[in-house]
T-cell receptor, first 114, second 116 residues
Framework: AQTVTQSQPEMSVQEAETVTLSCTYD???????LFWYKQPPSRQMILVIR??????QNATENRFSVNFQKAAKSFSLKISDSQLGDTAMYFC???????????FGKGTSLLVTP | NAGVMQNPRHLVRRRGQEARLRCSPM?????VYWYRQLPEEGLKFMVY????????ESGMPKERFSAEFPKEGPSILRIQQVVRGDSAAYFC??????????????FGDGTRLSIL
């Protein structure tokens, strides 16, 4: 079984600053995918970024980037130049290459302040 | 290019009634997944379906819950004789391909089920 741990229940950051959300996971699989999803107050689930475990290069999507440390089983999300619209719950998720179910962490509530 | 469509957005039921939640996957997607989100929690996998087949229902309670994805029409998650503990947000996701694919699951906006 895979578990995903997000150790920061709440975080806040000032607009235009940078913030890093942490995520660790436990698995015996070697091939898998990692995702960050954003859930704003509207409750939608929006894919922010994804990483294939076999790729050493960290994924980047505009202001969002990840720090993927496979040996440490760590997958943190960095948000640069934070904007008010980034305020949301952020969920880290894991999916084994051999499976299909996403395993989610409990989430980190991020508040961006003016 | 519509995304995953779920309806209703909000559903209120009294204890003992039945709840039916609908999900139409993205165009071209034939794989559907249902997740449940309890308050203050992440999403938990319930069931995975392809057209006319349940592939994995290991995350779904054995009693009162059922799911289907008929050849025509949306996928339906059905909860019979609802209880207060069924209050949650239910999310549907879809993907185009089978397992071992890098295609991410695309989520609908969810159905918030409230039990009075």
């Amino acid at each position: 079984a895979q578990t995903v741990t997000q150790s920061q229940p709440e975080m806040s950051v000032q607009e235009a600053e940078t913030v890093t959300l942490s995520c660790t996971y436990d698995t015996s699989e070697n091939n898998y995918y990692l995702f960050w999803y954003k859930q704003p107050p509207s409750r939608q689930m929006i894919l922010v970024i994804r990483q294939e475990a076999y790729k050493q290069q960290n994924a980047t999507e505009n202001r969002f980037s990840v720090n993927f440390q496979k040996a440490a089983k760590s997958f943190s999300l960095k948000i640069s130049d934070s904007q008010l619209g980034d305020t949301a719950m952020y969920f880290c998720a894991f999916r084994a290459n051999s499976g299909y179910a996403l395993n989610f962490g409990k989430g980190t509530s991020l508040l961006v302040t003016p | 290019n519509a995304g995953v469509m779920q309806n209703p957005r909000h559903l209120v039921r009294r204890r003992g009634q039945e709840a039916r939640l609908r999900c139409s996957p993205m165009k071209g997607h034939s794989h559907v997944y249902w997740y449940r989100q309890l308050p203050e929690e992440g999403l938990k996998f319930m069931v995975y379906l392809q057209k006319e087949n349940i592939i994995d229902e290991s995350g779904m309670p054995k009693e009162r819950f059922s799911a289907e994805f008929p050849k025509e029409g949306p996928s339906i998650l059905r909860i019979q004789q609802v209880v207060r503990g069924d209050s949650a947000a239910y999310f549907c996701a879809s993907s185009p391909g089978a397992i071992a694919t890098s295609q991410p699951q695309h989520f609908g906006d969810g159905t918030r089920l409230s039990i009075l």
